[in-house]
């Protein structure tokens, strides 16, 4: 992987409004590959049934699938993402998703993407779709 687009990346997910909003922390990244961690805070969490709301684990998933997607240095989008969930995490723990491309043809690329605690516990699967548009990363 280009070290400049991998710490173009970096420097992005940092500044990027929505990462930090949910604490999330881009800690590896190579090509077709990325793992973000954030912690599991209910307090601002949590859905109706006091567990985690189904879109902070999709956000985490989503900023994984992101930056894995940007590895090759050109914009990907996503086009599809499927998830299931599978539990809830505990309260406090550091959750981590790991964004893996499994397949590339010159426009799209697959990816499996799991979420799980430090610990190795399962929380949520993804596969995601993404549209490589064969532009630039714009903050390179």
């Known amino acids: ?16 409004t929505f990462a930090q909003a949910l604490n999330m922390e881009l800690v590896d990244l190579e090509l077709g590959y990325s793992a973000v961690e954030m912690v599991y805070d209910p307090s601002a969490m949590n859905n109706i049934y006091d567990m985690a709301h189904g879109g902070a684990i999709f956000g985490l998933i989503d900023e994984a699938f992101e930056a894995a997607g940007q590895t090759e240095g050109t914009i990907a989008v996503a086009l ?7 539990s809830s995490p505990e309260p406090g723990k550091r959750l981590r998703a790991e964004a893996r491309q499994v397949s590339r043809t010159k426009k799209t690329a697959s990816f499996d993407i799991r979420v799980t605690e430090k610990d190795g516990r399962l ?18």
């Open 1 to 16: 992987m280009d070290p400049k687009v991998k710490e173009a990346i970096f420097r992005a997910v940092e500044k990027e």
């Open 80 to 86: 599809n993402v499927n998830v299931t969930y599978v």
């Open 123 to 140: 929380i949520a699967t993804c596969q995601a779709l993404a549209y490589h548009t064969g532009k630039p990363i714009p903050f390179l």
